[in-house]
């Protein structure tokens, strides 16, 4: 069965620097892999998918992952945080005839 | 604007009641979900129906219960609440199982 790891529960940067929030996922088949944000209060916003094409893929709001099968990860990177980037991050993943598992989540804080 | 409807958006229910949670989507979408959100736990899947008529269960789902009627429309019934049950409620919606998931605002259920 698939499941997704979600390495750190919280990660804080300063604006403007590099956020990397990392995710590792197990799946017996090629993997569909997704990002999502969770603002407080509300319900989860789609940031990006990975469904077999390209291996960098880009989202919104300036954040990208790459999907790197020998390393089975699927890491979600921004070049420059801003404050409004802090959030809940979930990544997920489908074998793409199941439902989606989702991770634990990465709380992220930016500090001015 | 096209979306999931969820009712109601937070309750506090007696231990021993039975309560439905509603979810609707006018999307057209195959996939329906019901997840539960826990601080530290993420997002675990209760439910889920592939196509109207079609139910399944997920990772956590004793005490809950569901039904598929139509395509727009995905209860979510407690049948008698315990206190274990206190949580944050999301009903999602896919057009198949392996595109993405669209989610609905939550509701927050506590059980006294």
């Known amino acids: 069965a698939q499941s997704v790891t979600q390495l750190g529960s919280h990660v804080s940067v300063s604006e403007g620097a590099l956020v990397l929030l990392r995710c590792n996922y197990s799946?017996?088949?090629?993997?569909?892999l997704f990002w999502y944000v969770q603002y407080p209060n509300q319900g989860l916003q789609l940031l990006l998918k990975y469904t077999s094409a390209a291996t960098l893929v880009k989202g919104i709001n300036g954040f990208e992952a790459e999907f790197k099968k020998s390393e089975t990860s699927f890491h979600l990177t921004k070049p420059s945080a801003h404050m409004s980037d802090a959030a809940e991050y979930f990544c997920?993943?489908?074998?793409?005839?199941?439902?989606?598992?989702f991770g634990k989540g990465t709380r992220l804080s930016v500090i001015a | 604007i096209a979306g999931i409807t969820q009712a109601p958006t937070s309750q506090i229910l007696a231990a021993g009641r039975r309560m439905t949670l509603r979810c609707t989507q006018d999307m057209r979408h195959n996939a329906m979900y019901w997840y539960r959100q826990d601080l530290g736990l993420g997002l675990r899947l209760i439910h889920y129906?592939?196509?109207?008529?079609?139910?399944g269960k997920g990772e956590v789902p004793d005490g809950y219960s569901v039904s598929r009627a139509n395509t727009d429309d995905f209860p979510l019934t407690l049948a008698s609440a315990v206190p274990s049950q206190t949580s944050v409620y999301f009903c999602?919606?896919?057009?198949?199982?392996?595109?993405?998931?669209?989610f609905g605002q939550g509701t927050r259920l506590t059980v006294v």
């Open positions: 129906s592939n196509t109207a008529g079609t139910t």
């Open positions: 799946s017996s088949v090629p993997p569909y």
């Open positions: 999602a919606s896919s057009l198949y199982r392996n595109t993405e998931a669209f």
């Open positions: 997920a993943v489908s074998e793409g005839n199941t439902p989606l598992v």
